[in-house]
């Protein structure tokens, strides 16, 4: 078998900023290792052989300067039009030429951690022999997703884009994962922006030619700082067993934690539970971490308190610091000494914060 995948990744994950200014949504690591190389792994383990990765210059330009590995696939890129992003489906309009496909394909977004059997969803597509199979996952609350009305068969009769959670037909949301006919290229305009969820989608229902497959899976979106918190800890939750970190002396570590190559702890520090350090991260001494994530080569000075948030790639934060509940401290932002910082506060890129702000807001 020789199956292609989509990966669409050329988003501006505006919801993750200020972290996604410096870095696309699919570099996000979690725990410790980028997104899209889970992703690739997930793929090269179901007999996938080659991606098409449907991005912009940017996220091109991040994805080649990391080089993440390649888990054995062959990658191409597909990149959309300067200044024009073409929307979901505009973007797979544009691997056609690049894939040159035959049979069905699978197409994902860039921005979900999932454990999807793409086999099984390969085999739903050619049983039924719809022209698109969407995966369905259940979830409590489906209203901020695009939920799918089942028919008989499994035949999606109407596709409803983010109803109340009283309207919601049923709490089987779009996973963002798909496999598509070549035929649906016939379906997507090529001059204009377009949204397989919004445009497609429904026009197929109506044809009766959509069908839904449901996951039982791990599935979850990284959109948000509370999802992507939320995926690292379910991750670290489930890496817990194999995690045999040695504790030194004079630090307490409360599991589960992921602590990268070269790491320096103080004295007297307390880390975790929930807690991703990245690579090379040096914290100093009666520090406290919990449920946070703190990207490579950041610097945390002595006596600092941090829970509940997110501090990016080599930022400096002070000593006697406090950050707390959903704070995001972007790449390169600088905290003095003896800041206290709350309430989902934001610092921008390079920003230096020097006065204490307790009040929602964001530094740029
Ligand atoms: P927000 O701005 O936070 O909503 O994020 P987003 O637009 O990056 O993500 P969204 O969830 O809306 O899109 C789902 C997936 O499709 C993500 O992996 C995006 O990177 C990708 N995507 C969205 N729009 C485009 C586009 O115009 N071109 C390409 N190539 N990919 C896209």
């Not at 062959?74 to 035959?102: M, N, R, S, V």
């Not at 109340?164 to 001059?191: R, S, W």
Request: aromatic share 6%; with cysteine; glycine share 6%.
């Amino acid at each position: 078998m020789y199956l292609k995948a989509v990966i669409l990744a050329g988003g501006f994950a505006t919801r993750l900023r200020p972290l996604s200014c410096s870095r696309p949504k699919a570099l996000f690591p979690i725990v410790n290792k980028p997104l899209l190389q889970w992703i690739f792994e997930g793929l090269a383990a179901n007999e996938i052989t080659e991606v098409i990765l449907a991005v912009n210059a940017l996220t091109q330009f991040h994805i080649k300067q990391q080089k993440p590995p390649k888990c054995g696939l062959k990658i191409k890129y597909a990149i959309d039009p300067p200044k024009t992003p073409l929307g979901t489906a505009g973007a797979i309009k544009i691997t056609e030429k690049i894939a040159k496909y035959e049979e069905p394909f699978i197409v994902l977004n860039g921005d979900i951690f999932t454990e999807v059997n793409y086999k099984q969803l390969m085999d739903t597509h050619v049983k039924t022999g719809a022209l698109a199979t969407i995966a369905l996952h259940k979830v409590e609350d489906p209203s901020r997703y695009g939920v799918a009305e089942l028919e008989k068969g499994n035949r999606i009769k109407n596709f409803i884009e983010k109803p109340t959670k009283e309207q919601a037909p049923t709490n089987l949301i779009n996973a963002g994962i798909y496999v598509l006919d070549p035929k649906i290229f016939n379906y997507i305009p090529i001059d204009r922006q377009c949204s397989i969820e919004r445009e497609i989608f429904p026009a197929l229902a109506k044809e009766h030619k959509l069908f839904g497959h449901i996951n039982e899976g791990l599935w979850m979106d990284i959109g948000t700082p509370i999802e992507y918190l939320r995926t690292n800890k379910i991750i670290l939750d489930k890496l817990k067993e194999k995690n045999n970190l040695k504790t030194p002396k004079n630090l307490e570590i409360k599991k589960p934690v992921a602590i990268d190559k070269k790491v320096t702890i103080g004295e007297k520090t307390i880390i975790g539970p929930y807690t991703v350090l990245g690579k090379n991260v040096t914290i100093g001494d009666r520090v406290q971490i919990h449920n946070s994530i703190i990207f490579p080569d950041t610097k945390i000075g002595d006596n600092t308190k941090i829970n509940g948030a997110i501090i990016g790639e080599n930022a400096i934060i002070g000593k006697n610091v406090q950050i707390n509940n959903g704070c995001i401290i972007a790449d390169q932002a600088k905290i003095k000494d003896n800041i206290n910082l709350t309430n989902e506060f934001a610092v921008c890129p390079a920003k230096e914060v020097s006065e204490t702000i307790l009040k929602r807001n964001v530094i740029c």
